[in-house]
Every structure is written in C-alpha cells, then in structure tokens.
C-alpha cells in the first residue's frame, strides 16, 4: 500500500521559515514527478512546487516562486518544500502528490497518491 505522509507544518511567524517534508512508502519514486499543492477553506487545492522524476526540472506557482524550494531525497524516498519569507496568505493545508510518470504535472488530475495533508499556519 502506498503512502505518502507529510510532516513539518506548524504555526510560524511571518517572515519565518518551515521546512516540510514527504516521506513515501510502499513504492519507490524516485523516477516519478512530485508536487506540492496547499488549499485554503473554501478554495481549490493549487499547486505550489513540482518537480520532475531527475529532480532537475522544477516548476513553482508565481505566488511562491523565489521563497519556496522543492526537492527531493531518492535514498530516503522522501520530497521536501523549503518555506521561507513565510506570509499569511501562505496559510493553508499543504499535501504532498505523487505521479506514476517521469513528467512533473500541474493540476490535481496528473497526481495518482496523496498525502493527509500538513497545517501551515503563518501569523501577520
């Protein structure tokens, strides 16, 4: 059974840093395309950060790019978000995604497991 369970959310804040991270289990991803999404109450889930099966192809959404980094671990089968210049408006439920395919993808069709989900919580 494949899992995917995040850790590192909490309560930070602004202008703080939170690292968070997504260990997998019962499959190896190491070739497969990673993402970070985040939803607000009563928002759509949105993609923040992907990443692709080598890890060299990265994508960010507008709102983070600069301030959050993607990457991943293949010896630990784990993918990490690194948060910083944290905002309130980067307050959100973060869940961790995985593809079955190389490509990294960009909406919530293209993602086949998930995560329960990290609370991000950022005080102004």
């Known amino acids: 059974q494949v899992q995917l369970v995040e850790s590192g959310g909490g309560l930070v804040q602004a202008g703080g840093s939170l690292r968070l991270s997504c260990a997998a289990s019962?499959?190896?991803?190491?070739?497969?395309?990673m993402g970070w999404f985040r939803q607000s109450p009563g928002k759509e889930r949105k993609l923040v950060a992907a990443l692709d099966g080598s890890g060299r192809t990265t994508w960010y959404s507008e709102s983070v790019k600069g301030r959050f980094t993607i990457s991943r671990d293949n010896a630990k089968n784990t993918v990490y978000l690194q948060m910083n210049s944290l905002r309130a408006e980067d307050t959100a439920v973060y869940y961790c995604?995985?593809?079955?395919?190389?490509?990294?993808?960009?909406?919530?069709?293209?993602?086949?497991?998930w995560g329960q989900g990290t609370q991000v919580t950022v005080s102004s």
């Open positions: 995604a995985a593809t079955r395919r190389f490509e990294l993808g960009y909406n919530v069709d293209a993602y086949d497991y």
């Open positions: 019962g499959r190896t991803f190491s070739s497969d395309g």
